[in-house]
Nanobody, 123 residues
């Protein structure tokens, strides 16, 4: 089992950047696929990015390709999401998620979730 705690959100202006972090508990972080999702008010939760166990491969949602970068540091039990060129439509609660066996974008396949961090982008 793993517990996830996100941080780094905030209120920012359009065009700026943030780096979100997700710290995981436990000694087996490297055995989990990690991902970021987001949920805007009144909308369904949306896939943002996923990273493989060793960080060697990544996949991004279409709306964030070229602007967001997912990375992980297995020595620090942490996954990151660097978000750049922020737009008002990026406003959402950002969640990190983990699972042991599935590498993809399906929300239902992720077993562990953090509480989320709010990102608000003003125009």
């Amino acid at each position: 089992q793993v517990q996830l705690v996100e941080s780094g959100g905030g209120l920012v202006q359009a065009g700026t950047s943030l780096k979100l972090s997700c710290a995981a508990s436990g000694r087996t972080f490297s055995s989990y696929v990690m991902a970021w999702f987001r949920q805007a008010p009144g909308k369904e939760r949306e896939f943002v990015a996923v990273i493989s166990w060793n960080g060697g491969t990544t996949v991004y949602g279409d709306s964030v390709k070229g602007r967001f970068t997912i990375s992980r540091d297995n020595a620090k039990n942490t996954v990151y999401l660097q978000v750049t060129s922020l737009k008002p439509e990026d406003t959402a609660v950002y969640y990190c998620a983990a699972n042991r066996n599935y590498y993809g974008s399906s929300i239902s396949q992720f077993d562990y979730w953090g509480q989320g961090t709010q990102v608000t982008v003003s125009s």
